[in-house]
């Protein structure tokens, strides 16, 4: 009899559907994170071998006065905008966040997705620093910078970072709102915030174009392996499913 069920419930149409729907998926998100740490290790290749090296003065030039490459095209009220913009990519901000976000998973009761978000972010900011220091790019020097920098220039932190935690967070969000609108809403507020983050960096000059980019596919890749990750506990009931939270803690 409980071998007749087992066959019955294989048969049916919601099993195949939700199964195929869950390895697409996860295929997907393999594809998308293996492409992206694909073309970081070419491009971190054309930028060690100094091919990018046109590409990234033309793009820097073509953001500056004509004849005046300490001043950014546009009004000052933009040079301002793309300052505040990229204070957005920054450690402090995306720290504070990362722990504002935590704080709301946990009294969801989702522990094992704030766990995970916690080990996201920090593990992008681990790859973010090592890269740095293995590759050491100088800055650019044909332009002032219109922000401080301390660290070395391939890949882009601000772009990596903010990858990282907005792509992360926008998918972590997208789970609780209703209706594929909602979540598409979502997701593309987090990627847009993404890119302004990084074209900022390049707009004020601390970072040539191919940083940015670099940035983003390690970033982009590093959240996506996580959501990978995500799927698979999700699936041995390590991480909470979506809509669903955890035991609250009764206080009273």
């Given at each position: ?130 890269l740095k220091n293995q590759i050491g790019r100088e800055r650019p020097d044909i332009v002032p910078h219109g922000d401080i920098v301390f660290t ?101």
């Amino acid at each position: 009899m409980g071998r007749a069920m087992a066959l019955a419930g294989l048969r049916a149409p919601g099993f195949w559907t939700r199964l195929g729907r869950h390895e697409l998926r996860l295929l997907v998100g393999m594809a998308v994170s293996a492409g992206l740490i694909l073309t970081f290790a070419l491009l971190a290749g054309e930028v060690i071998e100094g091919e990018t090296a046109a590409f990234d003065r033309a793009v820097l030039m073509a953001l500056r006065v004509a004849g005046d490459p300490a001043m950014p095209l546009g009004p000052p009220w933009l040079h301002n905008a793309a300052r505040d913009v990229t204070a957005l990519g920054s450690i402090t901000v995306l720290s504070l966040i990362t722990a504002v976000t935590l704080g709301f998973l946990l009294l969801r009761g989702k522990r094992g997705a704030s766990l995970l978000v916690l080990l996201s972010v920090g593990g992008g900011m681990a790859i973010s620093s090592l890269l740095k220091n293995q590759i050491g790019r100088e800055r650019p020097d044909i332009v002032p910078h219109g922000d401080i920098v301390f660290t070395a220039s391939f890949p882009s932190g601000h772009s990596l970072l903010s990858a990282v935690v907005f792509l992360t967070l926008g998918a972590m969000l997208a789970r609780f709102v209703e209706g594929r609108r909602q979540k598409a809403y979502v997701l593309v507020v987090a990627m847009a915030v993404t890119l302004l983050v990084g074209c900022s960096r390049v707009y004020l000059g601390v970072h040539w174009p191919t940083d940015v980019l670099a940035g983003w596919c390690v970033g982009a890749g590093w959240a996506a392996l996580c959501w990978l990750v995500a799927l698979w506990l999700q699936r041995r009931g390590a991480v909470e499913p979506e809509g669903e939270a955890g035991p609250v803690p009764d206080r009273t």
